[in-house]
């Protein structure tokens, strides 16, 4: 089992910068890659980026590219998301998510566990 808990959400400008922290128990984190997802109101959960095992690899959405960068520290066993030049369409629910697979994973049904979100808000 692995617990996930994420951190660091708020409210902010547009053109401003966040970072969101997910910190993991349980099983070392070095054994499941890891993703951030979000879901704004009224829309479905998407993907917003993921980082391989072992922290060589990242792939993001089209949308988020350039302004996100997720990262991991695996003596703190937390994954971060550094969110930049934020836009008032960035406003959602984000939520990390460990995936026993080893490629880059951009497919919700293959993350084995879920935090429980945090709430980002974009201002106009």
């Known amino acids: 089992q692995v617990q996930l808990v994420e951190s660091g959400g708020g409210l902010v400008q547009a053109g401003g910068s966040l970072r969101l922290s997910c910190a993991a128990s349980g099983r070392p984190s070095t054994n499941y890659g890891m993703g951030w997802f979000r879901q704004a109101p009224g829309k479905e959960r998407e993907f917003v980026a993921t980082?391989?095992?072992?922290?060589?690899?990242?792939a993001y959405a089209n949308s988020v590219k350039g302004r996100f960068t997720i990262s991991r520290d695996f003596v703190k066993n937390t994954v971060y998301l550094q969110m930049g030049s934020l836009k008032p369409e960035d406003t959602a629910v984000y939520y990390c998510?460990?995936?026993?697979?080893?490629?880059?994973?951009?497919?919700?049904?293959?993350?084995?566990?879920w935090g429980q979100g945090t709430q980002v808000t974009v201002s106009s």
């Open positions: 998510a460990a995936t026993s697979y080893r490629d880059l994973v951009m497919t919700q049904a293959r993350y084995d566990y």
């Open positions: 980082i391989t095992w072992g922290g060589s690899s990242t």
